[in-house]
């Protein structure tokens, strides 16, 4: 049902930052790409904060964790590899943060595309599509499920 206008209109007025319920993350693991830095680093912090049990940072120049290794996008071998790993050595994962993304102003190409389309996109739904069989089992048991995409032209937002 449409949200009434009234209802939207009050909501523009919330404080910021709006502080969700200790529950909502508590016990969850999240996987955030590009966490290395700006957007992905304070969605990384925000989440612990609220209670985030674990939260995988999966930036190309971190230290792999619970050894998974991160994807590098522009290599579709290292997104499959990455969502392997994810998949076999995490009991769960609640939420995939797809934020990594690029754009350049000069034409490369990465896995025969031009290299933004290749992060921006088909790395990305490609890394979307290989976790979702893990995040539909973990919402079986711990009810949902989410995928966010910030990259400029995902697949899912
Ligand atoms: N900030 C904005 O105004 C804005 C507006 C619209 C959309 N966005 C999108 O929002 C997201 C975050 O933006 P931001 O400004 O916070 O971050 P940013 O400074 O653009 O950083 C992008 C992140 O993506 C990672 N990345 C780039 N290419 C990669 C690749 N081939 N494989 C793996 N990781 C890669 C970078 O890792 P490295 O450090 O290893 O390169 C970095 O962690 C981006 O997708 C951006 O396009 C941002």
């Known amino acids: 049902m ?5 209802q939207f209109f009050r909501e523009q007025w919330q404080e ?8 909502t993350c508590s016990g969850a693991t999240h996987i955030i790409t590009g966490a290395n830095t700006r957007l992905g680093l304070e969605a ?3 989440l612990t904060a609220i209670g985030a049990s674990r939260v995988i940072l999966a930036a190309r120049n971190l230290e792999p964790v619970v050894e998974v290794r991160p994807p ?3 290599i579709h071998d290292s997104v ?7 998949t076999d050595r995490l009991d769960r994962i609640d939420a995939l943060i797809e934020n990594a993304g690029a754009a350049y102003d000069r034409y490369t190409l990465a896995e025969d595309h031009e290299a933004s389309a290749t992060i921006n996109v088909l790395s990305t739904f490609l890394l979307a599509v ?3 069989p893990k995040l539909k089992e ?5 009810l949902s499920y989410h995928i966010l995409s910030s990259s400029p032209a995902g697949p899912a937002g």
């Open 72 to 74: 590098d996008l522009n």
């Open 80 to 86: 499959k590899a990455s969502a392997k790993q994810a």
């Open 16 to 23: 910021l930052p709006i502080i969700p319920p200790k529950e």
């Open 130 to 132: 290989l976790l979702l």
């Open 138 to 142: 973990s919402a079986k048991r711990f």
């Open 44 to 46: 990384a912090r925000q």
């Open 2 to 6: 449409a949200m009434p206008f009234s």
